[in-house]
């Protein structure tokens, strides 16, 4: 795992921050990434923690972002476990897990088995997970788990060069703006679960087959939501702070 007095493999980390057009971009392409190295899993999501609070920045699947709000809920679970004690958490089977209180049979209710998140940026301001789960039991006993630790490396790597270049406004400002468009797409997920009375995960895949439909970004059109629908305005685009 990445340490914090370590140096990240600068090369390949630039490369891929270069083929992205944000922070934000460049994690939601781990994201992914770790989906193809762990076929089990119907779901990843990428946890910052910001200003001492959890949010999920990216993800990929229709799972792990409804398992992620639930243990930031509960204040408690395998990511914040992960995020705070910059621990690896593998939990085989949810059935018969006995840790996190209340969560795992929330989370076998809701159809994930297994999970596994991996920390990222370690002791930092920004400490993160990457969380992936699965609707099988064992979902990650034969996944890639070296690609996936190296994915979570990489994560570090790029948080962790970004702070210490020249260009780190620009990357502090992607995650604040990641964390502000989370609380767009919040929102928006409200909105979809009220009128179309479904849950929260039925509520995100709606969401992202009609960005898919309508070939827009999922935040453009949960914005266009929240103004149809008499909300706040949501947070400006990103600018960059060097022009």
Not at 5 to 10: C, I, Q, S, W
Not at 110 to 130: C, K, V
């Amino acid at each position: 795992m990445f340490d914090e007095g370590d140096e990240p493999h600068l090369p390949h980390i630039i490369e891929l921050l270069l083929d992205s057009d944000t922070l934000d971009d460049f994690l939601h392409s781990l994201a992914l990434a770790a989906m193809n190295h762990a076929p089990n899993a119907d779901g990843c999501g990428l946890t910052l923690q910001f200003e001492g609070r959890p949010m999920t920045v990216t993800s990929a699947g229709t799972s792990a972002l409804a398992l992620d709000e639930k243990q930031y809920g509960l204040g408690d679970g395998p990511c914040l476990q992960a995020l705070r004690d910059n621990l690896e958490i593998d939990v085989t089977d949810m059935r018969e897990e006995q840790r996190w209180g209340e969560y795992p049979s929330l989370a076998a209710s809701s159809g994930a088995r297994s999970s596994l998140s991996l920390p990222i940026a370690p002791r930092t301001d920004i400490a993160g997970a990457l969380n992936l789960y699965s609707p099988l039991p064992h979902g990650f006993d034969s996944c890639n788990r070296r690609a996936l630790r190296d994915l979570a490396s990489q994560a570090t790597g790029a948080i962790q060069l970004a702070r210490r270049t020249p260009a780190s406004p620009q990357a502090a400002h992607d995650i604040q703006q990641a964390l502000r468009h989370r609380a767009v797409f919040n929102q928006a997920i409200g909105f979809v679960m009220a009128k179309e009375r479904c849950t929260n995960e039925q509520a995100f895949v709606t969401l992202r087959h009609t960005a898919q439909s309508r070939d827009v970004k999922l935040r453009d059109l949960c914005a266009e939501m929240i103004g149809e629908n008499g909300g706040p305005p949501p947070p400006p685009a990103p600018t960059d702070p060097r022009d």
